[in-house]
């Protein structure tokens, strides 16, 4: 009987550290300036049930434009593989926030292109956060 207890606990921790979660900051906080491009790269590799990807997007100054462009690729980031677009935000002149919520991770590779236009200054920060099994 001990040796099936200990069994059964031996399972559910094994469970447990399986089911590796993520949340935090992918890249650093960049200040944007004018149409100063940004590209910020990342890779899933594990299958996943869901992923969230999302922008803080703060106005220092100017009037903010541009657009916030989520992509995905299932070979490696430098093979000759187009990129799928998965999601498209436009910035708009405010500071903001936008979530990117995916049911799964059909991808291996990510990346998140930031293009600003106009005569502006913002601050962006990325998260990102995946749950395991």
């Avoid at 491009?37 to 299958?47: R, V, W, Y």
């Avoid at 999601?87 to 405010?94: E, G, I, K, Q, V």
């Avoid at 962006?124 to 395991?132: F, I, T």
Wanted: with cysteine.
């Amino acid at each position: 009987m001990k040796k099936l207890i200990i069994a059964v606990i031996l399972c559910l921790v094994g469970s447990l550290s399986y089911a590796q979660d993520y949340a935090g900051q992918i890249g650093t906080t960049r200040t944007l300036a004018n149409a100063t491009a940004d590209t910020i790269s990342f890779s899933i590799t594990k299958a996943r049930p869901s992923i969230t990807v999302k922008y803080d997007i703060i106005k220092n100054s100017g009037t903010v434009a541009g657009t916030i462009v989520l992509q995905g690729k299932i070979t490696a980031a430098s093979s000759s593989e187009a990129w799928t677009t998965l999601n498209s935000y436009t910035l708009t002149d405010a500071t903001a926030v936008n979530s990117v919520a995916l049911t799964s991770n059909q991808y291996v590779n990510y990346r998140i292109i930031t293009t600003p236009s106009g005569t502006q200054n913002s601050t962006h920060k990325k998260y990102l956060l995946y749950r395991g099994y």
